[in-house]
Nanobody, 123 residues
């Protein structure tokens, strides 16, 4: 059973920095995407940053140049360094590991989420 444990959220002033961590336990596919999403009150969950299965990175336009995703494969951990934080970055941040196995009728998707960590940026 895969479990994801996040840490590093908190309260910070605008312009400050935080680093989130997400450690996975259990069996993770080497083809897994690893990413961070966030959800603010009244909004849908949105992608913040992720590694694709091909190790490319995607970032939301709103965080480009401010946030950096990184990972340590040996530790099965993904990080999100957040700099120049803005009040609009306030949200619950979730990490996600996902991959697909098999073909056709035997295709199966694995999709795991962390419990979420609150990030609050004061103005």
């Amino acid at each position: 059973q895969v479990q994801l444990v996040e840490s590093g959220g908190g309260l910070v002033q605008a312009g400050g920095s935080l680093k989130l961590s997400c450690a996975a336990s259990g069996s993770i596919s080497s083809a897994s995407t690893m990413g961070w999403y966030r959800q603010a009150p009244g909004n849908e969950r949105e992608l913040v940053a992720r590694f694709t299965s091909g190790s490319f990175t995607n970032y939301a336009d709103s965080v480009k140049g401010r946030f950096t995703i990184s990972r340590d494969n040996a530790k099965k951990t993904v990080y999100l360094q957040m700099n120049s934080l803005k009040p609009e970055d306030t949200a619950v941040y979730y990490c996600n590991f996902a991959w697909t196995t098999g073909w056709g009728t035997s295709k199966r998707r694995y999709d795991y989420w962390g419990q979420g960590t609150q990030v609050t940026v004061s103005s």
